[in-house]
C-alpha cells in the first residue's frame, strides 16, 4: 500500500487545547489535522510540542504613518493633540508614494516574521496626503499577495468637513482605485452636525460601494464626545450590522456609567467589533493629573455586554505611539495588563483578541486551524498561551498559505 504524499507534514504541532496533532498541508490549505497521520511529505517539520496557532490578525495598522517619528526633532512636543496634528500634515506633505512604500514594506514585514498573516492598514487620504499613501499601500498589497491578506483603508484622517479642502472626492477616488475599507473619524469634526454628516458620508460610501466601514471612534478624554453613539444608531438604521467596527472609544471611560452601558448595548445591537489599542491609549490620553486616568475604552463591561473587542497595533513610531515592533504577541501582553485580562482563563480571551475576533471582524475567510483552512500557522517557542505571552516567546515558525515565511531561533549562553 502506498503511502499519500502531501505538500507539507507539521508533526508534533500542540493545539491551544493541549492535544498533540500532525497537520498537513496541500496546495496552502489545511488537508488533515489529527496525531499521527500516516503520511510523506515534500517539506515535514517538527513542532517539538509547541503551541501552534492560526497566524496573528492586526486588524488595524496606520502603515503609511509607521516609523516617521524620527523625521521630526527630539526636541518636539508630541504631548498635545495639536502638536501631534501639525507634525502629521508637514510630514505628509512631503509624501511621495515611493518613500511610502518603502516604510510600509518594511512594517510588513516585521508583521510577518512577529507572525501575523492579514493586515487591516489605513492610509491617510486627505488635502495633505492626497492619494500617495492610499497608493503606495495599494502597491503594497499586490507585493505580498502570494503570501498574506492586506486590506486597505481609505481614511480620511483629517475629517472630513473640517477640513479646508472637502475630502469626499478624494475618498470617492479612493474607492474607485479599489479601497477595501471605508474609515472614518468623526469625533474630529468641530461641531455636533459634521460629525453626524461625516458618519453618514462614511456609511452611504460603504453601502454604495458595498465594503465594509470601520471608524476611529472618540479617541480622546473628553465625556461630551458622543461620536460611538452616532456610529452605532446609524449602523443599525442603515442595516450594516456586523460591518462596522470602531477603534479606540476611549471616550467610554469617562461617561457616567448609566451612558457608558448605553452604548455599549448599541455596539451590541450593531454588531461591532471594538478594537481597543490599549497600549496606545496609555500614552496619548491628555490628563497628566495624579491619579492619572488608564483613559481606554472598559474591555470587561465591553466583553460582559457580549460585544466582541479585539486588539491591534495602530501605530509603529509616530507621534501617536513611540514604540511598537508590529508583534502581536507584544499587543496581547499589554491588554492582559490594561484590562485586565491576567489570571486563570481570562488569559484564552487575550488570544482570542489577536487571533479569531479580529479575523471574524474583518471578513477573513478559511481562517483558524480545522481542515479546509488557509495553512496560515504560527508556531510559537511555548508550550502553551500563559508560557507564550508570559515569556514573548519566539516565532518559531511562520507558515503564510502553505510556505515557510519566517523561522526564528534564540541562543542564548549564560557563562555563570
Not at 483613559?295 to 466583553?303: M, Q, R, S
Request: with cysteine; proline share 4%.
Amino acid at each position: 500500500m502506498t503511502t499519500r504524499s502531501v505538500d507539507c507534514l507539521l508533526r508534533n504541532a500542540c493545539l491551544s487545547s493541549g492535544e498533540i496533532v500532525d497537520i498537513a498541508i496541500q496546495d496552502g490549505f489545511i488537508a488533515q489535522l489529527e496525531p499521527n497521520l500516516n503520511l510523506t511529505a515534500k517539506l515535514e517539520v517538527d513542532a517539538s510540542h509547541c503551541l501552534t496557532l492560526p497566524t496573528f490578525v492586526n486588524g488595524h495598522l496606520h502603515a503609511c504613518k509607521s516609523d516617521w517619528r524620527s523625521f521630526l526633532p527630539d526636541t518636539f512636543d508630541f504631548s498635545s493633540v495639536g502638536n501631534r496634528f501639525s507634525a502629521i500634515a508637514a510630514v505628509k506633505r512631503q509624501y511621495t508614494s515611493e518613500e511610502v512604500l518603502a516604510r510600509a514594506e518594511a512594517t510588513v514585514r516585521l508583521a510577518i516574521r512577529h507572525g501575523t498573516g492579514a493586515l487591516r492598514l489605513f492610509a491617510d487620504v486627505d488635502a495633505d496626503a492626497g492619494l500617495r499613501a492610499f497608493s503606495a499601500l495599494l502597491e503594497l498589497k499586490k507585493r505580498f499577495a502570494d503570501w498574506l491578506e492586506v486590506q486597505v483603508v481609505a481614511f480620511p484622517q483629517n475629517g472630513v468637513f473640517s477640513a479646508k479642502e472637502s475630502t469626499t472626492q478624494l475618498l470617492t477616488e479612493a474607492l474607485e482605485m479599489g479601497a477595501d475599507v471605508i474609515g472614518g473619524i468623526p469625533w474630529l469634526e468641530p461641531n455636533e452636525s459634521s460629525q453626524l454628516a461625516h458618519v453618514n458620508l462614511v456609511l452611504e460610501l460603504a453601502q454604495r460601494y458595498q465594503i465594509p466601514a470601520h471608524f476611529v471612534l472618540d479617541d480622546t478624554d473628553d465625556p461630551t464626545s458622543r461620536t460611538a453613539e452616532m456610529v452605532a444608531i446609524k449602523t443599525i438604521e442603515t442595516s450594516m450590522q456586523g460591518q462596522v467596527c470602531g477603534t479606540q472609544s476611549n471616550a467610554l471611560a469617562f461617561y457616567d456609567a448609566a451612558h457608558a452601558a448605553r452604548v455599549i448595548r448599541l455596539f451590541k445591537q450593531a454588531g461591532m467589533t471594538i478594537f481597543s489599542n490599549a497600549h496606545v491609549a496609555l500614552v496619548t490620553t491628555a490628563q497628566r493629573s495624579q491619579p492619572a486616568p488608564r483613559g481606554h475604552a472598559p474591555i470587561l463591561e465591553l466583553l460582559g455586554a457580549g460585544v466582541p473587542v479585539a486588539t491591534a497595533q495602530d501605530d509603529i513610531n509616530n507621534p501617536y505611539y513611540p514604540f511598537g515592533r508590529n508583534d502581536m504577541l507584544e499587543v496581547a501582553q499589554f491588554m492582559a495588563h490594561l484590562a485586565p485580562l491576567a489570571w486563570g482563563q481570562e488569559i484564552n480571551q487575550v488570544l482570542e483578541m489577536v487571533t479569531t475576533t479580529p479575523a471574524k471582524a474583518i471578513g477573513l475567510e478559511q481562517y483558524g486551524l480545522q481542515v479546509g483552512c488557509k495553512a496560515n500557522i504560527l508556531v510559537l517557542d511555548a508550550p502553551n498561551w500563559f508560557e507564550a505571552i508570559k515569556n514573548q516567546a519566539e516565532k518559531k515558525l511562520v507558515l503564510l498559505n502553505g510556505k515557510i515565511a519566517a523561522q526564528t531561533e534564540r541562543k542564548v549562553t549564560l557563562n555563570i
